[in-house]
């Protein structure tokens, strides 16, 4: 089986073609990258879908040396995400779909990390960090779904990330710039917000830009800023591992292209002599060979065009995980 995948849920158009023995035949993408000193607005991010997707879809599948007969499914990102996003990808998937009598899979974006991650890795049955721009959350397989242990209450970490670096005046993506800020940084005292297995970084995120505009040294406030939260999500990710008694770790999505991130976790881990994985630099962000083979492990669960509407806040937790049972 050959799968054609589409994500789209935020700033990246991604289109990648994987068969179900992994191998990733082609993938490209491109990336809307926001003025410096602003977000991402969605309109703005689905104009550049809307220009560039069609552009990418037709250089991987020429990359693939395949022809869309020789494709089985086409995937897509189906949430959550930002509706405008979803919404080009969502259109595109869904006229392959039709106009080459393709089955249709709509797939959960976070799930997608998830699998992407499992697949790089080879890890089993793990604890589950999936932290980017747009989710924080403790996960684990149990019972037939991914259940969520922990989360933020507030903002994800990779927004909080983001955020603190556009007010520093730093290019986005914000995390690789902070990190690389910390390596001279000492620590200063900050909030450090767990509510039972729950996480908020707004208000570390308040105090860091207030001190910032007190003129506290910058390479001080990004050290202490990403220590603190990184240590919240490995306590977090503990107690879970407690809980759960799983003996995999696995840190997959943005936010796992940190070194900082996995020096912590892989240290936790030994602590506990259980195996820690984390997913490749190069699939840790948004791409579309996660989403064509997370269609490839749900092809059984094939819609009609009426059913594929985008569900802009789709939980991990509302997914049944049929290919485990």
């Known amino acids: 089986m050959i799968s054609l995948g589409i994500e789209s849920t935020a700033h990246t158009f991604g289109v990648g073609i994987i068969s179900d023995n992994g191998e990733i035949l082609s993938e490209n993408k491109t990336v809307y990258i926001p003025p410096k000193g602003r977000g991402i607005h969605p309109r703005e991010a689905s104009k550049n879908h809307i220009e560039n997707g069609p552009k990418i879809l037709k250089k991987t599948i020429e ?25 080009v990808g969502a259109c595109i998937a869904r006229y392959i779909s039709q106009k080459y009598k393709k089955p249709l899979i709509g797939v959960n974006h976070c799930i997608a990390h998830i699998e992407i991650g499992k697949l790089m890795t080879k890890c089993k049955d793990p604890v589950i960090v999936y932290c980017s721009g747009g989710n924080t959350q403790i996960i684990a397989y149990v019972e037939g779904r991914y259940r969520i242990f922990g989360e933020t209450e507030d903002i994800p970490i990779g927004n909080a990330f983001d955020v603190l670096a556009r007010h520093l005046g730093l290019e986005m993506p914000g995390g690789p710039k902070i990190e690389k800020l910390a390596k001279n940084g000492k620590w200063i005292e900050l909030p450090y917000v767990i509510k039972g297995m729950d996480l908020s970084f707004s208000g570390i995120l308040t105090e860091c830009i207030k001190k910032y505009d007190e003129r506290i040294n910058k390479n001080d406030i990004c050290y202490s800023f990403q220590e603190t939260v990184y240590s919240m999500l490995t306590e977090v990710t503990e ?18 292209a940190s070194n900082r991130l996995s020096e912590i976790m892989k240290e936790m881990c030994r602590r506990r002599e259980i195996k820690f994985y984390t997913v490749p630099a190069n699939y840790a962000a948004d791409n579309g060979t996660m989403v064509a083979w997370t269609g490839i492990l749900d092809s059984k669960q094939k819609m009609k065009l009426s059913e594929s509407r985008i569900m802009k806040n789709w939980r991990t937790n509302e997914v049944n995980i049929n290919w485990l049972k």
Not at 65 to 87: E, H, T, W, Y
Not at 239 to 256: F, P, Q
């Open 63 to 87: 990359d693939s040396n395949i022809n869309m007969k020789d494709i089985n499914i086409v995937a897509f990102s189906r949430g959550p995400g930002l509706p405008n996003c979803l919404q």
């Open 239 to 256: 107690r879970a591992i407690a809980h759960t008694d799983k003996n995999e770790v696995l840190v997959t999505g943005g936010v796992a």
